[in-house]
C-alpha cells in the first residue's frame, strides 16, 4: 500500500456531538460563570424565538407546548417574545405540567406579567396554528411518555403545522436516539449549547428534521476536560482525507484490492463492491469467486481480474498479491465460504469483512488481524453481540462500542447515523446518507469503497470513516433523481467525482 500524501492536512474534521451527562456538566459550568440561572433560559428561550422568526418569518399563530422543566421555561421565554411581536400566542400544558423549576416558575410568570395566558389542554386535538412548538421535555426523558403526554405528542404530531422542537423532539432519547414511545416529529429541532449525540443516529433524524445549534453564548472552557461522544462528518470533510494523487503515481501506488464473495446465484455482490473498489480509486482490483461467475463479471467490467477460487492454490496466489481483501458480500455461509474465511483470516491480510462473512464469524468467533474493519447492519451485528436487532437499534452507540470490544477491530454500524470507531477512539458520526439506499448491494458497494480506501493508504480507521461518508455522499447525490429505486450502482459515477474533493493547486 502506498503512504499518503505529504500535501498539508487539513484541522481534525467534524464536529463533537454530546451525551446527556456531560451536557449537564457543561450546562452547570455556564450557571456558574454568568451566575444566573435565569440568564441561560432566557438566552435558550430568545435564541430559539430568533430561530423561529428565521424559518417561519410569517408564522401569524404561534402554538407552544410547555412541560413542566426547563424545557418548558424555554418554551415561556419563546412566547413571551412572539407575544411581545405581536404574534397570536397560545401557551398550552398538562394539568400535570405546572412549573416546577424555580426558573421554569420565573419564565412562566413573565409570560404571564407580559400579558400572555396559559391554557389547560385536553390532548386530542389543538388550536389551528401556524407553528407549534414543542416544549415539553428536554434533555432528560429516557423512557416512554406517560399516557397523556404521549397522546399529547400525538396531537401535536397531528396538529398540521410546521413543529419546531426545543433542544430535544419530545419522546426520543437525547443519547441513544431511541424513540421508545411515541415522539414529536418535528420539522426542526434546535438543539441548546452543543450538538446530541442522539438526534443523528437511530431515530433521531425521523424524529428531529433539520438541526442547528444554539450555542448561547457559552464559553468554550466549559468544555474544558469533556469528551465528546462522537464527531458528526458531513460530505465538506471528505478532503480531510482525499488528497490529489502525486504527479508521478501510478496503478502500485493506489493499492491492490482483493474481493472474495459471489456463491452460486450471488455472484452480483462481490461484482458490485470490486467496481467500487474502482471507482473509489483502487489501482488494482481482482475477484475470487465461483467459476461461473467469472465470463460475466469480465464482460460487465474488464477492468477486473475476475478468478475462480475452487482450490486452496487459487486462492493463495490471489492473497499473495493483495493489498487489502474485502470477504464477504455474496460469500454465502455454506462450506465454499466457510473454507475462504479460514484461509483469509490465516493469511493475516488486511482485512474488511462484511455480509456472510460476518454471519460466518458470529456462528464460529475466531481471532482477527489486528487491522480489520467490520461493517454490520444491525441485523448482524445482533448476530455477533448475540441479542436482538431492536436492542442494537435501541442504543447504537452502546452496540458500536460493544463490537469494538469484542473483536478488537474497527467497526462501521451501519443504518441512519452510520456510526465509526476503533479501540479505545472517539467514535465518528456519518451524517449523510438516505432511505434510497436502503436496497440490497448497497452494503456491498460500501465494503469495496472501504477496502480500496484502505488499499491507498489510509489506515483502518481512517479508511472506514472516510469510507463510510464517501458511500453516503455519492448515495445523496444519487438519490437528486429520486430515492425509491436508487440502485447500488448508481452510486458510481457519484464516487469518482465526490473521491475527488476540490484542493488548492
Same mark, same amino acid.
Given at each position: 500500500m502506498s503512504a499518503p500524501s505529504a500535501r498539508p492536512v487539513p484541522p481534525r474534521p467534524g464536529a463533537p456531538l454530546y451525551d446527556v451527562a456531560t451536557l449537564r456538566r457543561v450546562e452547570a459550568a455556564a450557571l456558574e460563570e454568568i451566575g444566573d440561572a435565569?440568564?441561560?433560559?432566557?438566552?435558550? &428561550?430568545?435564541?430559539?424565538?430568533? @430561530?423561529?422568526?428565521?424559518?417561519?418569518?410569517?408564522?401569524?399563530?404561534?402554538?407552544?407546548?410547555? $412541560?413542566? $422543566?426547563?424545557? %418548558? $421555561?424555554?418554551?415561556?421565554?419563546?412566547?413571551?417574545?412572539? #407575544?411581545?411581536?405581536? *404574534?397570536?400566542?397560545?401557551?398550552? *400544558?398538562?394539568?400535570?405540567?405546572?412549573?416546577?423549576?424555580?426558573?421554569?416558575?420565573?419564565?412562566?410568570?413573565? @409570560?404571564?406579567?407580559?400579558?400572555?395566558?396559559?391554557?389547560?389542554?385536553?390532548? +386530542?386535538?389543538?388550536?389551528?396554528? +401556524?407553528?407549534?412548538?414543542?416544549?415539553? @421535555?428536554?434533555?432528560?426523558?429516557?423512557?416512554?411518555?406517560?399516557?397523556?403526554?404521549?397522546? =399529547?405528542?400525538?396531537?401535536?404530531?397531528?396538529?398540521?403545522? !410546521?413543529?419546531?422542537?426545543?433542544?430535544?423532539?419530545?419522546? =426520543?432519547?437525547?443519547d441513544r436516539g431511541h424513540a421508545a414511545g411515541t415522539a414529536v416529529r418535528a420539522t426542526r429541532t434546535v438543539q441548546m449549547i452543543a450538538g446530541h449525540v442522539g438526534l443523528y443516529t437511530g431515530d433521531g433524524p425521523e424524529h428531529a428534521g433539520a438541526r442547528a445549534v444554539a450555542d448561547l453564548d457559552v464559553a468554550s472552557g466549559c468544555f474544558d476536560g469533556e469528551a465528546s461522544a462522537a464527531r458528526r462528518v458531513t460530505g465538506s470533510d471528505l478532503g480531510h482525507w482525499l488528497r490529489p494523487r502525486h504527479r508521478n503515481s501510478h496503478k502500485g501506488h493506489a493499492g491492490h484490492v482483493l474481493c472474495i464473495g459471489g456463491d452460486h446465484g450471488t455472484g452480483g455482490a462481490v461484482m458490485l463492491a470490486a467496481e467500487a473498489a474502482l471507482r473509489s480509486g483502487a489501482?488494482?482490483?481482482?475477484? %475470487?469467486?465461483?467459476?461461473?461467475?467469472?465470463?460475466?463479471?469480465?464482460?460487465?467490467?474488464?477492468?477486473?481480474?475476475?478468478r475462480a477460487v475452487d482450490t486452496d492454490a487459487a486462492l493463495g496466489a490471489l492473497l499473495d498479491a493483495a493489498d487489502v481483501v474485502a470477504l464477504g458480500p455474496g460469500l454465502g455461509q455454506g462450506a465454499w465460504?466457510?473454507?475462504?474465511?479460514?484461509?483469509?483470516?490465516?493469511?493475516?491480510?488486511?482485512?474488511?469483512?462484511?455480509?456472510?462473512?460476518?454471519?460466518?464469524?458470529? *456462528?464460529?468467533?475466531?481471532?482477527?488481524?489486528?487491522?480489520?474493519? =467490520?461493517?454490520? #447492519? !444491525? $441485523?448482524?451485528?445482533? *448476530?455477533?453481540? &448475540?441479542?436482538?436487532?431492536?436492542?442494537?437499534?435501541?442504543?447504537? =452507540?452502546?452496540?458500536?462500542?460493544?463490537?469494538?470490544?469484542?473483536?478488537g477491530a474497527v467497526v462501521v454500524l451501519k443504518g441512519a447515523g452510520t456510526l465509526v470507531a476503533a479501540p479505545g477512539a472517539i467514535p465518528w458520526l456519518v451524517d449523510a446518507g438516505n432511505p434510497g439506499m436502503a436496497t440490497g448491494g448497497m452494503g456491498d458497494v460500501l465494503t469495496g469503497v472501504i477496502a480500496a480506501l484502505r488499499a491507498q493508504g489510509l489506515a483502518p480507521e481512517a479508511a472506514a470513516v472516510c469510507g463510510a461518508l464517501l458511500h453516503a455522499a455519492a448515495g445523496d447525490a444519487a438519490a437528486q433523481a429520486g430515492e425509491r429505486g436508487l440502485l447500488p450502482r448508481d452510486l458510481f459515477g457519484h464516487l469518482r467525482t465526490l473521491a475527488n474533493p476540490e484542493w488548492p493547486r
Open positions: 435565569d440568564a441561560l433560559m432566557a438566552r435558550a &428561550g430568545e435564541a430559539a424565538w430568533r @430561530f423561529a422568526c428565521a424559518h417561519w418569518p410569517d408564522a401569524k399563530r404561534v402554538l407552544v407546548v410547555c $412541560g413542566p $422543566g426547563n424545557n %418548558g $421555561g424555554d418554551g415561556y421565554v419563546l412566547a413571551r417574545y412572539a #407575544h411581545t411581536a405581536g *404574534r397570536a400566542v397560545s401557551v398550552l *400544558r398538562l394539568a400535570a405540567h405546572a412549573p416546577r423549576t424555580p426558573e421554569a416558575q420565573a419564565a412562566c410568570a413573565a @409570560f404571564i406579567a407580559a400579558g400572555g395566558q396559559v391554557a389547560l389542554v385536553g390532548t +386530542d386535538t389543538l388550536p389551528p396554528a +401556524d407553528l407549534v412548538v414543542d416544549a415539553l @421535555f428536554g434533555l432528560g426523558l429516557t423512557r416512554a411518555a406517560d399516557a397523556d403526554s404521549a397522546a =399529547l405528542i400525538e396531537a401535536i404530531n397531528a396538529a398540521g403545522a !410546521p413543529v419546531l422542537a426545543l433542544d430535544v423532539p419530545s419522546g =426520543l432519547d437525547a489501482g488494482l482490483v481482482s475477484v %475470487g469467486t465461483r467459476a461461473g461467475h467469472v465470463p460475466a463479471m469480465l464482460a460487465r467490467c474488464p477492468e477486473v481480474m475476475a465460504g466457510h473454507g475462504l474465511l479460514a484461509d483469509v483470516l490465516a493469511s493475516g491480510r488486511p482485512l474488511v469483512l462484511d455480509a456472510d462473512g460476518l454471519n460466518l464469524l458470529a *456462528r464460529a468467533p475466531r481471532p482477527l488481524p489486528s487491522d480489520s474493519i =467490520l461493517t454490520p #447492519h !444491525p $441485523g448482524e451485528a445482533a *448476530r455477533l453481540l &448475540g441479542c436482538t436487532t431492536a436492542e442494537v437499534q435501541a442504543d447504537r =452507540l452502546a452496540a458500536l462500542h460493544a463490537l469494538v470490544a469484542q473483536s
